[in-house]
């Protein structure tokens, strides 16, 4: 199998563009394994279940949705290997767009992501005691954080948020039996006026945890098993609950908020 190759882009942002090249004998072994594995449960009219010919097979085939599983197959080890060659920390998994895919012609494919911002955290001992005169409540020492620590966030993790957001809005809204826009009109909101203000929020939460993250690490601020587990437990009271949640995935996820939570107390206790 041909190598794919990739090149980068950056932005100053940290948003990371990169583009795949895949040479078409790639693509054509790839597209022979996807149209082999459809084979086998293929119902096609005139051939026993399975036993339908390849070229056949490929006939039923939609050729989106053949491109799709084709790339399926290459894309997570291509993936791999960019992030391995150039080495890359991405903090999301990228967005994909085929840029061309035509027969007897190599592969065009962008993947976009983006590293998380270097924080530079300043004297930021000294911007809280010197609001120690006001006796600023946690909102306001928030504040303070967000006007007094500059960072450039990357579009796509706004994005990404902003989409999440969304999406949970229109599941609640549906659930209610309402539309999008009959629901904004009762706030007074449109469309776009909501997006804007979820990016706004969107791009506060990204730089508060980036900010507290940072204060936890050169705080050698550390939370314990005992602590990530408590918190799991005062979540789920259903003890079959916990189980479900008592993954590595949901305990890193525990530990970050866990961490900031005690970094925003440690900035509390400086007043």
Known sequence: MDKIRSVIAKSDDGTIQIT???PYPTVKESQKAVIEEYA????IPGFRKGKAPIDKVKEKIDPNTLIEKSLSRLLPKA???AITEHKLRPAIYPRFEVIRANT?????????????????????????AQASKEKPKEQEIIKILLDSIKIDVPKILIDEEVNSKLANLLARIEKLGLTLEGYLSSLGKNPETLREEYKTQAKNAIMLDL???KIAVEEKIQTNEEQINDALRAASADPKLFEK???PEQKLLVKGVLSRRSALDYLVSLI
């Open 20 to 22: 795949f090249t895949v």
């Open 40 to 43: 086998k449960t293929a119902e």
């Open 211 to 213: 900010i507290l993250n």
């Open 104 to 128: 007897d012609e190599d592969w065009q494919i962008r993947a976009v992501t983006c590293e998380l911002p270097e924080v530079d955290l300043g004297d930021y001992k000294k911007i809280i």
């Open 79 to 81: 993936l791999a290997d």
């Open 245 to 247: 949640l008592n993954t």
